[in-house]
């Protein structure tokens, strides 16, 4: 009887090593995409969803998808908008013909004589 309960003990030990080296991973990219270990502890603890459910409730329930989507959800403030650069293309009105012409030169019309 005890060499089962010792059994059962370092199952639930494997197990839960296991979860950690699930989670330390995505603690530590919440970390480093939210800037501060202060700022990702109150990102785990603050509600996600209109259940009440917060990240560290998905990361206990091993549902890994959810928080990573919830994490690459949240604003992180380091995103940089640049204006596109301007083309130097000119744009030309084509007649209809010449159009029609270059497609067709890009993707030939099948024809049943090229398979006989």
């Known amino acids: ?5 010792l059994n059962s003990l370092d199952i639930h030990k494997f197990e839960l090593h296991e979860h950690f080296l699930e989670v330390l991973p995505l603690i530590e990219e919440a ?40 994490l690459l ?19 030309r009105e084509r007649p209809r013909d010449e159009i029609e012409d270059e497609l067709e030169r890009l993707n030939p019309r099948l024809l049943l004589e090229d398979y006989q």
């Open 1 to 5: 009887m005890d060499d089962l309960i």
């Open 73 to 91: 959800r949240q604003q992180t403030g380091e995103k940089l908008f640049y204006p596109l650069i301007p083309s130097k293309r000119i744009y």
């Open 31 to 70: 970390i480093q995409r939210l800037g501060s270990p202060t700022s990702a502890n109150t990102w785990l603890l603050t509600p996600a969803t209109s259940e009440g459910k917060r990240p560290v409730d998905y990361l206990y329930m091993q549902q890994y998808a959810l928080f990573r989507g919830f």
